[in-house]
């Protein structure tokens, strides 16, 4: 056979080769896209039956503390005021203790919790949390506790995601994708709003709007949409009357109303945070501060008794034009200050609602003056209520698409849809400006954990420079001779030298590279060139900075060592990309191996530790009395020990933080640690020596 011939055959083999794994691969690609379909699906239709239970679940509890399912506003009008004042405190006193011992992600609006268990855990959700938002939701808005139920559904919608994934064992990309599936059939059954309840759950929780992640999640909003309409039909959530756009001149007070709503929705958010933070402060139990919050805002629905509850009826009211401006106005505050004590105090409840509800007592009020004042045909304060709900919405959570699109779905109407997506656009554009963090995001950044900037540099940001720092390399004088870089550059692995002045400041680099090219130049010039001949500018890095800010450089650049220089510019060593890249796959075992441990109580008790393989164990000890009053920089256990904290159980209450540098460890703290079986023996010994040494001296 000729040389052509065979060659000809081999590539014809080839080929075929080639397009029978193209199709194997294409085969199982559509094999798996249709599988996941199909469980998003199941997790719909799940989310949907949730959704279901959580309505009932609510009515049920009203009936045995109200004595009605009414809405709590008319329940209200028609028991004592005793009663008003104090059923809050009663199921925020259910639901600290429900909260704190058997899941404590179930309290505050729930959101945050699921985007966090997609950016930090790989979507990873414990089914207890569906079980435990359930009833705690119930007791907070079934007494009274001002907050809405469509948080309690996203979040139980999601933590089924996530037990359905792992149960059929998907990818970290499927289940992220189930768990986002599961936000979206919450949200849709909540509002019989299948295309609002996948956006919000692409636009803000998954932050994803890729096909593979948009089909399944579509199909399970579709799915628990259909389950909650055959249970409780078509009817819609808001009695909405048909409203209509009488004048363009009025695009005027609704672009008003637009600004308006992001300050507003600004406002919640930095109230509902500071609330947060305030009752954390609080020198009380943590499972008695939402009684105690509870008692406060059933003294304001003795006032306002609108606040109470979902509000499903006071919404229903300020659509049809029934309140006055002055109550409206004060509506909108007393909201946000009743869903704020609510939920800063550890109730279970969402943001959405109250967002709705806020907005559309803006709204009505804008509405209010324009019908009383405006000198063009106007469309009612009905009207300015519905686009006052989407605007709120929208600055809210920064996602406009989901309160356009809401808003649509809740009216079925073309003409007010005009006004909404402009007000929408403005309010998000306002709170967006003012403030980067949406409400759903702001308390992950309190955490440290940036949607925007991701995993990777949430966790590099709090590493400093010096923890990656190498003080062992290779730098040459200004006045190195050609001939002694040669001899000693070309044979060790480090491509790049700092070149250093007589003072210990960094003059430049010498790469590899320029000392390749200058080998063509070697002869003559040998005797005449020196180090500060070669020598290159460069970027550099301080002590103060931190490992992201090494990543960025080293990407930068494209360099492979960057030089570190201290406050008088002397080179104090140098930072290796390998180094970094090292440093952030063992911090992001750490948090992965915390986040997990953390879900897990029975470790809270265990004081032997756990032995995690190739010698390596997992320990809870008691913070030395040596130690207390220094932060984790300070005391440099990995440097002196090998031991690695993981994070720090604060306080009587062991609340969980985990290890910054920064971090003080106090009196009455426990730390998860993890080191090799000798490291930690060493560290007992030596942390016991120094106590019976202070008591010897005592």
């Excluded at 959101?111 to 930090?120: F, G, K, N, R, Y």
């Excluded at 920089?633 to 994070?647: D, N, S, T």
């Excluded at 720090?648 to 920064?662: E, F, M, Q, S, T």
Aim: with cysteine; proline share 4%.
């Amino acid at each position: 056979m000729s040389p052509s011939r065979h060659f000809r055959k081999e590539w014809i083999r080839a080929r075929r080769n080639v397009d029978k794994a193209t199709d194997r691969v294409w085969g199982l690609a559509r094999e798996q896209h249709l599988r996941l379909l199909l469980l998003a699906a199941i997790v719909g239709m799940v989310a949907g039956l949730g959704a279901v239970g959580v309505k009932e679940l609510i009515a049920g509890v009203q009936w045995l503390f109200w004595g009605s399912g009414a809405d709590i506003l008319e329940s209200s009008l028609h028991v004592a005021h005793w009663r008003v004042l104090v059923l809050p405190a009663v199921g925020g006193l259910l639901v600290g203790p429900l909260v704190w011992f058997f899941a404590r992600d179930a309290s505050g609006h729930g959101v945050p919790e699921v985007v966090q268990a997609l950016l930090m855990r790989g979507g990873i959700i414990r089914g207890r949390v569906a079980v435990v938002k359930a009833v705690a939701s119930a007791l907070t808005l079934g007494t009274g506790g001002s907050a809405g139920r469509e948080g309690p559904m996203i979040q139980i919608g999601a933590s089924l995601g996530s037990v359905i994934a792992q149960f059929t064992r998907l990818s970290e990309n499927g289940v992220r994708t189930l768990v986002a599936a599961g936000a979206a059939g919450g949200l849709a059954a909540a509002f019989n709003a299948p295309i609002a309840g996948s956006l919000f759950a692409l636009e803000v929780v998954l932050g994803d709007f890729a096909i593979a992640s948009f089909s399944p999640v579509v199909m399970a909003g579709v799915t628990a949409t259909a389950v909650s309409r055959a249970v409780y039909g078509e009817a819609q959530v808001f009695e909405i009357p048909r409203y209509t756009l009488t004048s363009p001149m009025e695009f005027l007070p609704y672009a008003v109303l637009g600004l308006l709503a992001g300050f507003v929705a600004v406002g919640f958010t930095l109230f509902l945070y500071g609330q947060e933070k305030a009752w954390e402060k609080m020198s009380l139990p943590p499972w008695v501060k939402p009684a105690l919050g509870g008692l406060v805002v059933g003294a304001l629905g003795l006032f306002f008794p609108e606040i109470l509850g979902i509000g499903h009826m006071a919404m229903d009211r300020m659509l049809e034009g029934q309140l006055a401006m002055g109550l409206l106005l004060a509506l909108v505050v007393m909201k946000i200050v009743a869903t704020s004590l609510t939920l800063g105090s550890g109730g279970s409840g969402g943001v959405f609602v109250p967002s709705l509800f806020v907005g559309s007592a803006l709204g009505g009020a804008v509405g209010t003056a324009v019908d009383r004042w405006a000198p063009f045909p106007h469309g009612g304060p009905g009207a300015y209520a519905l686009v006052g709900m989407g605007a709120v919405v929208a600055a809210a959570s920064h996602a406009p698409l989901t309160g356009i699109v809401i808003m649509f779905e809740m009216t079925g109407d073309y003409q007010i849809i005009l006004p909404v997506m402009m007000a929408c656009i403005l309010a998000t554009v306002v709170a967006s400006s003012l403030k980067e963090e949406s409400i759903y995001t702001q308390k992950l950044k309190f955490k440290g954990i940036s949607m925007r900037q991701g995993r990777e540099e949430t966790i590099l940001r709090h590493l400093e420079v010096e923890s990656v720092l190498r003080k062992e390399y290779r730098s040459f004088a200004e006045d190195a001779p050609l001939a002694t870089i040669f001899g000693e550059a070309l044979g060790i692995p480090q491509t790049t030298f700092p070149v250093v002045d007589p003072e210990g400041s960094l003059a430049g680099v010498i790469r590899v590279q320029d000392l390749h090219r200058a080998l063509d130049d070697r002869g003559p010039l040998e005797s005449v060139l020196v180090a500060a001949d070669l020598a290159s500018p460069t970027s550099v890095l301080r002590k103060g900075d931190n490992v992201e800010q090494a990543l960025e450089l080293l990407t930068e650049t494209g360099a492979d060592l960057l030089p570190v220089v201290d406050s008088d510019e002397h080179l104090a060593g140098v930072v290796l990309a390998a180094d970094v890249l090292e440093r952030y796959s063992h911090e992001l075992q750490k948090l992965r191996l915390a986040s997990t441990l953390a879900q897990r109580r029975s470790f809270s008790i265990q004081t032997e530790g756990v032995e995690l393989g190739h010698g390596m164990r997992l320990a809870e000890v008691d913070a030395p009395p040596a130690l207390q009053g220094r932060t984790l920089r300070e005391i440099q256990l990995r440097a002196r020990f090998g031991v690695e904290v993981l994070y720090v159980l604060k306080g009587p209450y062991h609340i969980r933080k985990l290890a910054d540098p920064d971090l003080a460890i106090e009196a009455g703290d426990r730390m998860v640690v993890m080191a090799e079986a000798s490291s930690l023996r060493q560290f007992r010994e030596s942390m016991d020596a120094h106590v019976q040494q202070t008591s010897a001296h005592a």
